[in-house]
């Protein structure tokens, strides 16, 4: 397997335990009132949570993950070969450049970074820390130039 330059895991599999503590919470506050605690609903609430936090997670760690490597660049479902990526420094955004991932528009809180392939065509790809996506991909470049 390759060693990655540069990864995100769109989100991680912590998130999961959201809905768990919250219904620790709710029972602990039951039992801080002095109430009874109804200890059947809150361990339903945890798992039904957790049940729909589930796909949540699934899905954004498919679609909205990334890595580079020195063979691809993954973006969501789509994969780019390390040798198509021809520039990623001053390159421009042209109007109805394709978003790399299968998506419509960079997904938000996400920014983007016009990518150059061999054949001409700018796509977007995007990142949260665009910076290191760019320094992840011109080694990928310097790699390929240097072939």
């Given at each position: 397997?390759?060693?990655?330059?540069?990864?995100?895991?769109?989100?991680?599999?912590?998130?999961?335990?959201?809905?768990?503590?919250?219904?620790?919470?709710?029972?602990?506050?039951?039992?801080?009132?002095?109430?009874?605690v109804?200890?059947?609903?809150?361990?339903?609430?945890?798992?039904?949570?957790?049940?729909?936090?589930?796909p949540?997670?699934?899905?954004?760690?498919?679609?909205?993950?990334?890595?580079?490597?020195?063979?691809?660049?993954?973006?969501?479902?789509?994969?780019?070969?390390?040798?198509?990526?021809?520039?990623?420094?001053?390159?421009?955004?042209?109007?109805?450049?394709?978003?790399?991932?299968?998506?419509?528009?960079?997904?938000?809180?996400?920014?983007?970074?016009?990518?150059?392939?061999?054949?001409?065509?700018?796509?977007?790809?995007?990142?949260?820390?665009?910076?290191?996506?760019k320094?992840?991909?011109?080694?990928?470049?310097?790699?390929?130039?240097?072939?």
């Open positions: 397997m390759d060693r990655a330059l540069y990864s995100e895991p769109g989100v991680g599999w912590v998130s999961l335990v959201w809905g768990p503590l919250f219904a620790v919470l709710g029972a602990l506050a039951e039992l801080a009132t002095g109430g009874p109804h200890w059947l609903p809150w361990l339903l609430i945890a798992v039904a949570l957790c049940g729909i936090t589930l949540w997670v699934y899905a954004r760690r498919r679609f909205l993950s990334l890595e580079v490597t020195l063979q691809e660049f993954r973006q969501g479902r789509e994969s780019v070969a390390a040798t198509r990526i021809a520039d990623v420094t001053d390159v421009g955004s042209p109007v109805g450049a394709r978003v790399l991932g299968g998506g419509w528009s960079v997904p938000n809180k996400y920014d983007e970074l016009p990518v150059k392939l061999d054949d001409g065509t700018v796509v977007l790809a995007w990142a949260r820390d665009v910076e290191a996506l320094s992840a991909l011109e080694r990928l470049v310097e790699k390929n130039e240097a072939k």
